[in-house]
């Protein structure tokens, strides 16, 4: 592979913009950024629809995939388990619990649909490489340049495959430990996840991580993820060694954002300490946005969180449930569905105080990064 991934993805900016939403992917994409869609939660003929919706819409600029690749997970020893045996270890506990906040909450029964497949009754997440094979084959059938783990090395085979196709592998690493593995795989990119992130993250402050790993992977590249949402902090994480930043929440109340009307009226009202690192979405730490969803399973006469991916298999109806009756023009998000709904975020919402576009992000981000430069070498000069 080359020794600069970052020329051979062919990106303008150093900025990757992390989405479950292909508008927000492409627009990142568009703005000079590379755009990574998160395909880890959409089923298999969704992706092939959003992956051919971003090449129409990006022409030659890059954009990245990103997929959960665990190796330890209840039923790894077998090679994941089917989504009726993942059923059939859900405790009926969880159940009656989750039945009882549907009703306290007055989320409507669910109404009869298409058939489930596989893929819903698995709770819509995959982590067994049978699971995610119908990915891999259409990330590495598409015109992606970067191919990105979220949760857990990649094997070799994936590696191999992707670098056989010219593609940048990048994978996220919560502490030094996940970094060397990442490294020795031979991940050209590792992306240091710090404590302040949305979604799956460890218990390391961005402050301490990003050097932490720069200096452990030497030369691999590093980009600082968690915390990241206007230039000052992009300007920090490039003195501290990064070479790019990951940024996911400043996304998420874009005009280009698929998130729901009423948890993005509840974003941008929301401080740095209204999000909570909980097992509550996945069954692995992960931070989301304090909804009542979060403060139901901290309570201590609740069921713990299953562990993954038996957690998302007990929660994926009663979450599509939520989301669906949350989506009415009329909820709000203080009581209802709109109360529970849940979703990923990092502290950095404190700073996201109201919608603005992709591109905005994108300008406000370079050129505060670079006014930031300025004013440590002015400060410097005085000196």
């Known amino acids: 592979m080359s020794d600069d991934p970052f020329s051979q993805i062919g ?3 150093p900025i990757f913009g992390f989405s479950h939403c292909r508008d927000v992917v492409a627009a990142v994409s568009k703005a000079g950024g590379v755009g990574v869609y998160g395909a880890g939660l959409h089923s298999d003929e969704q992706i092939a629809i959003d ?13 990245g995939i990103d997929l959960l690749m665990p190796s330890k997970y209840v039923g790894s020893e077998s090679g994941g388990l089917s989504g009726t045996q993942a059923k059939a270890a859900i405790p009926s506990e969880v159940t009656d619990f989750l039945d009882d906040m549907m009703v306290r909450y007055q989320v409507p029964d669910a109404v009869g649909g298409e058939p489930e497949d596989e893929f819903t009754a698995l709770g819509g997440q995959r982590y067994s490489a049978a699971q995610a094979q119908g990915i891999l084959d259409l990330a590495f059938a598409s ?3 970067l191919l990105v783990s979220a949760l857990g090395t990649p094997p070799a085979e994936v590696v191999a495959r992707a670098h056989a196709r010219g593609m940048i592998v990048a994978a996220l690493a919560g502490a030094v430990k996940h970094a060397l593995r990442h490294a ?9 996840q710090s404590y302040e992130a949305g979604g799956h993250t460890g218990e390391i402050g961005g402050m301490v991580l990003t050097p932490l790993i720069v200096d452990a992977i030497a030369p691999v590249p590093v980009l600082a993820a968690g915390g ?6 992009m300007a920090a994480a490039l003195a501290l060694g990064a070479k790019g930043v990951w940024c996911g929440s400043v996304w998420l109340a874009t005009a280009e954002s698929d998130l729901l009307p009423v948890v ?5 009202e929301s401080a740095a300490e209204d999000t909570k690192r909980t097992r509550a979405m996945t069954g692995k730490p ?7 969803w979060v403060d139901e399973w901290e309570r201590s006469d609740t069921p713990d969180p299953l562990p993954n991916p038996l957690h998302a298999v007990a929660i994926g109806p009663y979450v599509t449930r939520i989301e669906k009756a949350a989506a009415s023009p009329s909820a709000t998000y203080d009581r209802g569905p709109g ?4 979703t990923a975020a990092g502290q950095v919402i404190g700073l996201v105080t109201e919608e603005s576009s992709c591109r905005q992000v994108m300008m406000t981000m370079m050129t505060g990064c670079v006014d930031a430069v300025d004013a440590v070498q002015e400060l410097l000069e005085a000196q």
């Open 184 to 192: 020795a795989a031979g991940v050209d990119i590792v992306i240091a």
């Open 11 to 13: 990106m303008a900016t």
């Open 51 to 63: 992956l051919k919706w971003i090449e129409e819409q990006v022409g030659n600029l890059p954009y």
């Open 228 to 233: 990241i949402a206007d230039g000052r902090q």
């Open 143 to 145: 015109k992606a340049k």
């Open 264 to 268: 993005k009226r509840r974003l941008v």
């Open 339 to 342: 109360a529970l709904a849940p």
């Open 286 to 292: 992960s931070r989301l946005l304090r909804t009542a």
